[in-house]
């Protein structure tokens, strides 16, 4: 329900990525937003030199609170490059999951499996995935 007392208000039952979708979505209407997809852009790589700064200085809280405002900004990032970010991550699950799933016969066909293979081993049989189409 959106009042002007509370203009971005949105449902609590959304999962977090379409919470802050909606969000984003509000507060343009009202004129909050970037101009142009560049200094969205510019956005996720100040957000992602903040994180790795936090990261650096072993600040356990501020590597969380970063995390947020990155995958935040990036969620902006979607809206504004016309991608459905739910869709988009959905995809990339799945895709992750078939070329995991790829390594897996591949060493099970070698007599292998996932736990003793080295990660260099890993590596080579998910980019064998993505050239195979995986």
Known sequence: MMTEDYPLQIPADLS???QAEKIQAKAARYGFDWPEVESVFAKVEEELRELKE???QGDAKQVEEEVGDLLFVMVNLARHLKVRPEDALRASNRKFIRRFQY????LKAQGQSLTGASLECLEALWQEAKRDGA
């Open 16 to 18: 977090a990525l379409l």
């Open 54 to 56: 936090a990261y650096a």
């Open 103 to 106: 390594m897996e016969r591949r």
